[in-house]
């Protein structure tokens, strides 16, 4: 459950070397094929693969920003409950919904079962998915961004975070599904 005095777990070796600020610096371009990853799932149990959905489905990739189990980022939390809240919006779409966090598998579990998602929530502590996508950091956690994959695995749409607009609405990522779906 969310809560804003428990601390533990928060200062650990990822929040370390996430410390710093490093700005967003993808370069990838529309048409492009991003990185292709394997984790876990904690939501269904399983390993996901990004280039098992190439042929199949177009793929919201979301990066989020949750410190612990307690602590989730107050920019990234709202958007978190959005998209749980429109999973069946996406999946009307011919769209999966990818959340990446850098929560270890424990605490993942945790957010899953205290969230209710129906997404699949994807670990990546050692946060090399979100260094391959580049898309920075600060303060203890990988900086939150959106990508939007056709059904062929080509990027089609990014966001990167800013402070005027930190993660992308339900509804442009929406658009970009259906309008290049």
């Known amino acids: 459950m969310l809560t804003s005095t428990d601390f533990r777990g928060l200062f650990n070796e990822r929040f370390f070397k996430n410390f710093l600020p490093i700005p967003a610096t993808n370069k990838l371009y529309r048409e492009v094929m991003p990185p292709d990853f394997e984790l876990s799932d904690l939501t269904n149990a399983r390993q996901v693969r990004l280039s098992t959905y190439r042929g199949q489905k177009s793929v919201v990739i979301a990066f989020t920003r949750i410190f612990t189990e307690k602590q989730y980022c107050p920019l990234c939390f709202p958007h978190i409950k959005a998209l749980n809240e429109n999973y069946d919006r996406f999946l009307e779409a011919g769209a999966e919904v990818l959340m990446i966090t850098s929560?270890?598998?424990?605490?993942?579990?945790?957010?899953?079962?205290?969230?209710?998602?129906?997404?699949?929530?994807?670990s990546d502590p050692s946060c090399r998915v979100f260094k391959a996508y580049q898309v920075g950091q600060a303060l203890g956690a990988p900086l939150p961004a959106q990508f939007v994959l056709d059904r062929s695995g080509k990027l089609i749409y990014k966001h990167l975070f800013s402070f005027l607009e930190p993660n992308a609405s339900v509804e442009t990522l929406l658009k970009w599904v259906i309008g290049n779906g």
């Open 103 to 122: 929560t270890d598998p424990r605490q993942s579990q945790i957010v899953v079962r205290d969230l209710g998602l129906k997404f699949p929530l994807l």
